[in-house]
């Protein structure tokens, strides 16, 4: 279904509408007098009479990291597929190298021509020697070879 606009008439103001008083406030407007001046003095002095004061809090736990163990090759943290972000990651990262000359670690069909599907490919058969790690925001970590996911 198509939705028709109409087009809005501009109305141009013309010299003869405007009003000579209206011409000559203008002016009158633009200067400032003297007790605005010092209407803005007194604001600037209330201004810096105000200090704010913020609390500050002494953190003494430090952020260690420490790696879970894993025990069968089972992926402990997040989900057991790659995330989009992770795959979006790992194939950039692998398209670069491909780019700047990095060998090709799987044979190809030949109507793959772009560094980009060249590692979206060699992410799908696995044959990257990547690892992702997963971090808990209480400091514990998992490293996942791309071999353990599905």
Not at 43 to 63: L, M, N, P, Q, R
């Amino acid at each position: 279904m198509a939705v028709k606009r109409a087009k809005k008439k501009s109305s141009a103001v013309k010299d003869d509408d405007l009003d000579t008083d209206k011409i000559g406030d203008v002016g009158k407007d633009n200067l400032q007098s003297e007790d605005s001046d010092s209407k803005l003095g007194e604001v600037g002095k209330k201004e810096s009479s105000v200090v704010i004061v913020y609390k500050t809090y002494d953190a003494d736990v430090e952020f260690k990291l420490k790696e879970i163990p894993s025990k069968n090759n089972e992926i402990l943290i997040g989900p057991v597929r790659l995330t989009r972000f992770e795959k979006a990651r790992i194939t950039g990262a692998r398209s670069l190298q491909l780019s700047l000359g990095a060998p090709i670690l799987t044979k190809i069909p030949p109507e793959f021509t772009d560094t980009i599907m060249i590692a979206k490919y060699e992410l799908e058969k696995k044959t990257l020697p990547i690892s992702i790690r997963r971090i808990l925001p209480n400091g514990l970590y998992q490293d996942i070879p791309i071999e353990w996911t599905i």
